[in-house]
């Protein structure tokens, strides 16, 4: 994907409280990468070569990846892990599935492989410990797979216990309501792409705007074909920082980009710390 169709490179920084967070990780540091779609035409090596020296340069303790690591074909994971075998954390690198890592024949296996062959740990409906075991890593399955259940694993956690949990689609944060969730981090949406100052992203007003496009024309774009609004529910949550509840959720934009490109919503890097 060219630049003058993805804008340049954004890095997010937030800090996150967490409350009763362990002593130990006050201050820790995570990078959040998401959505990058690797298969030559929506994300540029330069655009990925940029964000994964950024992240580098935050030297980040835990650094996680929440899906859509590839578009359909998954040859080309095998060319995206060389890249990422460049990514450095000091505690290790997690990560979870999106829809399109699992919607394809093979892809699920192809990938998760791929990633674990450069010590990427994927999470499928997994509990993982890289903080310590007062602060527990949830990885769940994909929210359209088969097996996204989360009760079997959020109930292996004490209430009591603080905890990060990788989703790839923020819709899920509904459900994780009933749950304790210190931070949700998802991707899925790519912010919108297309976003208006002061109001958010398009698609937002979806039903409004598809009424006075012709059909003919629709087609031709993707953020008013009939199956886009489907990609997500809450499209109030499709990017940055959200309260669900009691829960918190953050929502990466994206590096990857579909056409016709992004407009006020640049592809991110998001530099979150501890609190």
Same mark, same amino acid.
Request: charged share 20%; proline share 6%; with cysteine.
């Given at each position: 994907?060219?630049?003058?169709?993805?804008?340049?490179?954004?890095?997010?920084?937030?800090?996150?409280?967490?409350?009763?967070?362990?002593?130990?990780?006050?201050?820790?540091?995570?990078?959040?990468?998401?959505?990058?779609?690797?298969?030559?035409?929506?994300?540029?090596?330069?655009?990925?070569?940029?964000?994964?020296?950024?992240?580098?340069?935050?030297?980040?303790?835990?650094?996680?990846?929440?899906?859509?690591?590839?578009?359909?074909?998954?040859?080309?994971?095998?060319?995206?892990?060389?890249?990422?075998?460049?990514?450095?954390?000091?505690?290790?690198?997690?990560?979870?599935?999106?829809?399109?890592?699992?919607?394809?024949?093979?892809?699920?296996?192809?990938?998760?492989?791929?990633?674990?062959?450069?010590?990427?740990?994927?999470?499928?409906?997994?509990?993982?410990?890289?903080?310590?075991?007062?602060?527990?890593?949830?990885?769940?399955?994909?929210?359209?797979?088969?097996?996204?259940?989360? !009760?079997?694993?959020?109930?292996?956690?004490?209430?009591?216990?603080?905890?990060?949990?990788?989703?790839?689609?923020?819709?899920? !944060?509904?459900?994780?309501?009933?749950?304790?969730?210190?931070?949700?981090?998802?991707?899925?949406?790519?912010?919108?792409?297309?976003?208006?100052?002061?109001?958010?992203?398009?698609?937002?007003?979806?039903?409004?705007?598809?009424?006075?496009?012709?059909?003919?024309?629709?087609?031709?774009?993707?953020?008013?074909?009939?199956?886009?609004?489907?990609?997500?529910?809450?499209?109030?949550?499709?990017?940055?920082?959200?309260?669900?509840?009691?829960?918190?959720?953050?929502?990466?934009?994206?590096?990857?980009?579909?056409?016709?490109?992004?407009?006020?919503?640049?592809?991110?890097?998001?530099?979150?710390?501890?609190?």
């Amino acid at each position: 994907m060219h630049w003058l169709l993805s804008g340049p490179l954004s890095v997010e920084k937030l800090t996150v409280k967490i409350e009763n967070l362990p002593a130990s990780t006050i201050g820790t540091r995570i990078v959040q990468l998401s959505d990058l779609h690797y298969d030559g035409l929506r994300l540029s090596s330069e655009m990925l070569e940029q964000a994964i020296i950024t992240s580098n340069e935050a030297e980040p303790d835990l650094v996680v990846l929440t899906g859509d690591y590839i578009t359909d074909d998954p040859a080309p994971i095998y060319k995206l892990v060389k890249k990422l075998k460049h990514l450095q954390s000091r505690v290790g690198i997690y990560a979870v599935l999106g829809n399109h890592d699992i919607c394809y024949r093979n892809a699920k296996k192809e990938v998760t492989a791929a990633l674990t062959s450069i010590d990427i740990k994927v999470l499928w409906n997994e509990i993982a410990y890289p903080l310590g075991k007062k602060l527990p890593l949830v990885g769940l399955a994909d929210y359209w797979s088969k097996e996204f259940h989360p !009760a079997s694993v959020m109930n292996q956690l004490d209430d009591a216990t603080p905890r990060i949990v990788l989703s790839h689609n923020p819709d899920t !944060a509904q459900i994780l309501k009933k749950w304790r969730v210190d931070l949700q981090l998802s991707g899925h949406t790519h912010g919108g792409q297309i976003v208006l100052p002061d109001i958010g992203p398009l698609v937002v007003y979806y039903k409004k705007l598809i009424r006075n496009v012709p059909k003919e024309i629709r087609r031709f774009i993707p953020f008013l074909r009939s199956d886009y609004i489907k990609v997500l529910r809450h499209w109030e949550w499709a990017q940055g920082y959200h309260r669900v509840g009691k829960n918190q959720l953050y929502v990466n934009r994206g590096l990857g980009t579909y056409l016709p490109g992004r407009l006020f919503c640049p592809p991110e890097v998001t530099v979150i710390t501890l609190e």
